[in-house]
């Protein structure tokens, strides 16, 4: 059974930076794609990064490039997401996702595994 347990959330000044965690288990991820989503109130689940666990390549969207970093510890099978240059427009909750086969998408639609997420709040 895949979990995907995340961590890292909290409230941050407007400018400061945070880093999530999201811990892997339940299978062998080399040939998987892990992702973190965020859902701000009132809003949908959006894509903001993946990474291809076995090459570490990956994909961002627009409205994070440049200030969000996604890595991978591969003995920790731990994820990560540095987040830089924090806005107010970040505040959501923030969920770790997985898919397979190793092929980098931003729909979440294509995600069969989430975590439960973490709470990120950024004030003004």
């Known amino acids: 059974q895949v979990q995907l347990v995340e961590s890292g959330g909290g409230l941050v000044q407007a400018g400061g930076s945070l880093r999530l965690s999201c811990a892997a288990s339940g299978r062998t991820f080399s040939n998987y794609v892990m992702a973190w989503f965020r859902q701000a109130p009132g809003k949908e689940r959006e894509f903001v990064a993946a990474i291809r666990w076995s090459v570490g390549s990956t994909l961002y969207a627009n409205s994070v490039k440049g200030r969000f970093t996604i890595s991978r510890d591969n003995a920790k099978n731990t994820v990560y997401l540095q987040m830089n240059s924090l806005k107010p427009e970040d505040t959501a909750v923030y969920y770790c996702?997985?898919?397979?086969?190793?092929?980098?998408?931003?729909?979440?639609?294509?995600?069969?595994?989430w975590g439960q997420g973490t709470q990120v709040t950024v004030s003004s």
């Open positions: 996702a997985t898919r397979f086969p190793s092929v980098l998408v931003s729909n979440r639609g294509d995600y069969s595994y």
